[in-house]
């Protein structure tokens, strides 16, 4: 009967997790959803600002220190550790439903596109955000990121064995994909709100901060980053070292 619990905790926890990824699909894009980033405006200014910076606030602390060693240390004393994973799931998207029933749309244009070619390339360019975003889950362990894997083992009666450090092929571009993912799909849009520039610039600040608590811990559990981070950039692309790994695949093909 415990096996099975977990079983359907990780179950639970990563529908509820599906439910808030669709849902930030809408959310962020404006259709489909009751509320979006950009609804009609109902509090003052000032008051909005204040509520959408703490929803932002919560979401960040939580992301952030549930995701810790140390605090996982001491989690895993009251919950679980077959359950750990999946119970930060379920917070991390409890957060993101609070942050979409409480978030206080502001009004007024930044930025708006016209141009019917401008703006498909921007919603193209949001598009491939959520592609790169969701690939670069699945070219590590997609399962593991979001606790099934675990849930899985526990219902198996087996410890989950611990995951090697591996770089499939987008993370020889770049160390945060599913960062740079998130940053397309922020600032990718033909219109850009006070309320979009607030939650783009917010999470953006949480993503920079946020990637050097996790290379910290991620060197840490593993002595070959170092040398990972020295080879790899984090965001940012480099042109010399694509157009490098595209001429030596040609070699590589050429010489087979």
Not at 31 to 55: H, M
Not at 208 to 228: M, S
Request: hydrophobic fraction near 55%.
């Amino acid at each position: 009967m415990k096996r099975i619990a977990f079983l359907a905790y990780g179950l639970f926890s990563y529908a509820v997790f599906f439910a808030s990824f669709l849902y930030a699909i809408g959310f962020i894009g404006n259709f489909i959803v009751p509320k979006s980033i950009d609804s009609v405006p109902e509090a003052p200014l000032g008051t909005a600002l204040f509520i959408n910076a703490l929803l932002l606030g919560i979401f960040a602390v939580q992301h952030s220190v549930m995701a810790r060693p140390a605090f996982k240390r001491w989690w895993t004393r009251v919950v679980p550790a077959a359950a750990e994973r999946s119970t930060y799931v379920l917070f991390s998207s409890l957060a993101m439903f609070l942050l979409f029933a409480l978030w206080e749309p502001m009004g007024g244009v930044i930025w708006s596109i016209s141009n019917p070619t401008g703006q498909a390339i921007a919603w193209g360019l949001c598009g491939l955000g959520w592609t790169i975003l969701l690939y670069a889950t699945f070219a590590i362990n997609h399962f593991d990121l979001f606790g099934l894997r675990q849930s899985w083992a526990a219902f198996r009666g087996r410890e989950p064995e611990p995951l090697k450090f591996v770089q499939p092929a987008i993370y020889r571009v770049v160390r945060h994909p599913i960062y740079v993912g998130w940053l397309i799909i922020f600032w990718a849009t033909p219109v850009m709100t006070v309320a979009h520039l607030v939650f783009a610039l917010l999470t953006t600040g949480y993503i920079l901060v946020a990637i050097q608590f996790e290379e910290r811990d991620l060197t840490n559990a593993h002595p070959e980053y170092r040398d990972y981070k020295k080879r790899v950039p984090a965001l940012i692309p480099s042109i010399r070292r694509l157009f490098r790994r595209a001429s030596e695949s040609t070699l590589a093909e050429a010489r087979q």
